[in-house]
Nanobody
């Protein structure tokens, strides 16, 4: 089992920045690919970013490319999502997730463990 706890969400004006953190406990953190997903009201959960187990390979979805960055610190068992130039359409609950996979994935079904989510609200 892996327990995940997100933090860092909040209310920010358009153009502002937030950094989300996700602290993991339980199994060996470096054995898991990590991802960030988000779900806006009335919409399905969507992929945002993922990072490889070692942190040397990252991928973000097109809608946040150039604005969001994913990173991890395996010594601290933590994954981060740096969000810059935020837009109102980024408003959502953001979830981190862990996948014990050797391949990269943007599919939520490949992630076995999920945090409880943190709310991000961007005002215009």
């Amino acid at each position: 089992q892996v327990q995940l706890v997100e933090s860092g969400g909040g209310l920010v004006q358009a153009g502002g920045s937030l950094r989300l953190s996700c602290a993991a406990s339980g199994r060996t953190f470096s054995n898991y690919m990590m991802g960030w997903f988000r779900q806006a009201p009335g919409k399905e959960r969507e992929f945002v970013a993922r990072i490889s187990r070692s942190g040397d390979n990252t991928y973000v979805t097109d809608s946040v490319k150039g604005r969001f960055t994913i990173a991890r610190d395996n010594a601290k068992n933590t994954v981060y999502l740096q969000m810059n130039s935020l837009k109102p359409e980024d408003t959502a609950v953001y979830y981190c997730a862990a996948a014990p996979r050797s391949y990269y994935s943007v599919l939520s079904r490949d992630y076995d463990y999920w945090g409880q989510g943190t709310q991000v609200t961007v005002s215009s």
